[in-house]
């Protein structure tokens, strides 16, 4: 079993709509938690940290986590057709990341 | 602005020869930095972690012989791919940790793709 597990999509969703992400994970160990963007042939973008379960918002992006249930999720609103990318989740307790598979977003006008 | 620069972004080697890429890590210094290899829509795998002033670390099933890691400054960490082959034909990403306010968030490089005839 994978320790981080996320559904590679694709999602597709008109403009305008919310975009809703999430992975679960297995290592209890996990302390900060990540989502990056990753347009195709670039590397990733950090969009969001967090370090503690709750919410935090920064512009259109919403970042869950819920320790408990070992899991989190990526909310993006009023998508715009510059938000399809791959979003990837990733988490580490210290050091090295372990990622997701990446979920590949279209947001269609 | 990029915090984590990588160099070259791409490059084409023929199979057989020996490619280097650099990851520099732009306005702080990084005792560690990590090395990824990405193959077409799959996500990052780390490949090893580079430490200054000692040896790298490597994942399982990652040749060390074949991968050669030096972190030669505070700044800049090198992966060497040896005597290339088209399968190591991939996307190589770095990513260098930088601490702020305690907390320590993860910087990537754009990457280098490389292409192996």
């Known amino acids: 079993q994978k320790e981080v597990e996320q559904d590679p999509g694709p999602l597709s969703v008109p403009e305008g709509a919310i975009v809703s992400l999430n992975c679960t994970y297995s290592?209890?160990?996990?302390?900060?938690f990540m989502w990056y963007r990753q347009y195709s042939r670039k590397g990733p973008e950090l969009l969001m940290y967090?370090?503690?379960?709750g919410n935090k918002e920064d512009g259109r992006f919403t970042a869950q986590v819920d320790k408990s249930s070992k899991y989190i999720s990526l909310f993006i609103r009023d998508s715009q057709p510059s938000d399809s990318a791959t979003y990837l989740c990733?988490?580490?307790?210290?050091?090295?990341?372990?990622f997701g598979a990446g979920t590949q977003v279209v947001v269609t006008p | 602005g990029a915090v984590v620069s990588q160099h070259p972004s791409w490059v084409i080697c023929k199979s057989g020869t020996s490619v280097k890429i650099e990851c520099r890590s732009l306005?702080?210094?990084?005792?560690?930095m990590f090395w990824y290899r990405q193959f077409p829509k799959q996500s990052l795998m780390l490949m090893a972690t580079?430490?200054?002033?000692?040896?790298?670390?490597?994942e399982q099933g990652v040749e060390k012989d074949k991968f050669l890691i030096n972190h030669a400054s505070l700044t800049l960490s090198t992966l060497t791919v040896t005597s290339a082959h088209p399968e190591d034909s991939s996307f190589y990403i770095c990513?260098?940790?930088?601490?702020?306010?305690?907390?320590?968030?993860?910087?990537f490089g754009p990457g280098t793709r490389l292409l192996v005839l």
């Open positions: 580079s430490n200054e002033g000692s040896k790298a670390t490597y």
């Open positions: 306005d702080f210094q990084a005792t560690t």
């Open positions: 967090t370090y503690s379960s």
């Open positions: 990513s260098a940790p930088k601490a702020n306010l305690g907390k320590e968030t993860q910087y």
């Open positions: 290592n209890s160990a996990f302390q900060y």
């Open positions: 990733a988490m580490t307790s210290w050091g090295k990341l372990q």
